[in-house]
């Protein structure tokens, strides 16, 4: 079993829908949790950041974190053909300065 | 340089060559992370520096894969006589100690291809 699990899609919406992207992490004492955006062929690049328990809004994203039940999601108001891209989730496992990535969910915002 | 630089690009090695592959982190950054992404996958972990300084090698995946960063600035990754399973995107990331050392700034990676 992977340390930072994703489903890997891919998930396909409506534009103007919510995207909503989970993942689910092994390690109980994990403290930092990222979101990071892949285009096909391109590197991933940072989105948002959570460190506490509950919803950090930026824009169009909103990331939850619910520690207790080792679950990090993101939300993707009002998608855009744009946001297609595989989404990874990365964890600083335990104590670690060194994030951890699940495998990414595609995401497909179709017109 | 205003972005984290990688070179190669693209790398075509036949199997048992040697290859060498450079990363120029953001100026001032002293973490500096490799990861390997193999197509359809997330990037895996293979080695972090700080400053010159090697912390962590638990991710490589056998002694032919080897790391530096002598000066504490440009890093250079090897992998001695490579097999076709080492065909990947080798990815380089670095973050600032002033910022959160978590947040990395990706290179545009090196195609590995092992044929």
């Known amino acids: 079993q992977k340390e930072v699990e994703q489903n890997s899609g891919p998930l396909s919406v409506p534009e103007g829908a919510i995207a909503s992207l989970n993942c689910t992490y092994s390690?109980?004492?994990?403290?930092?949790f990222f979101w990071y955006r892949q285009y096909s062929g391109k590197s991933p690049e940072l989105i948002m950041s959570?460190?506490?328990?509950g919803d950090k809004e930026d824009g169009r994203f909103t990331a939850q974190l619910n520690k207790a039940s080792q679950y990090v999601s993101l939300l993707i108001r009002d998608s855009q053909p744009s946001d297609s891209a595989t989404y990874l989730c990365?964890?600083?496992?335990?104590?670690?300065?060194?994030?951890?990535f699940g495998r990414g969910t595609s995401l497909i915002v179709h017109p | 340089g205003a972005g984290v630089s990688q070179s190669p690009r693209y790398k075509v090695a036949k199997r048992g060559q040697d290859v060498a592959l450079r990363c120029d982190p953001i100026?001032?950054?002293?973490?500096l992370f490799w990861y390997q992404q193999a197509l359809g996958q997330g990037p895996e972990f293979l080695t972090y520096?700080?400053?010159?300084?090697?912390?962590?090698k638990s991710g490589l995946p056998s002694d032919r894969f080897f790391a530096e960063r002598p000066e504490g600035s440009v890093s250079t990754l090897k992998i001695q006589r490579t097999q076709q399973e080492d065909s990947a995107v080798y990815l380089c990331?670095?973050?600032?100690?002033?910022?959160?050392?978590?947040?990395?700034?990706f290179g545009s990676g090196t195609q590995l291809s092992v044929l």
């Open positions: 100026s001032g950054h002293v973490s």
């Open positions: 959570i460190y506490s328990n």
């Open positions: 990365a964890v600083s496992l335990g104590g670690s300065y060194i994030p951890t």
């Open positions: 390690d109980r004492g994990s403290q930092s």
């Open positions: 990331a670095s973050s600032s100690q002033d910022g959160d050392l978590e947040k990395l700034f």
């Open positions: 520096f700080q400053n010159e300084a090697q912390l962590d």
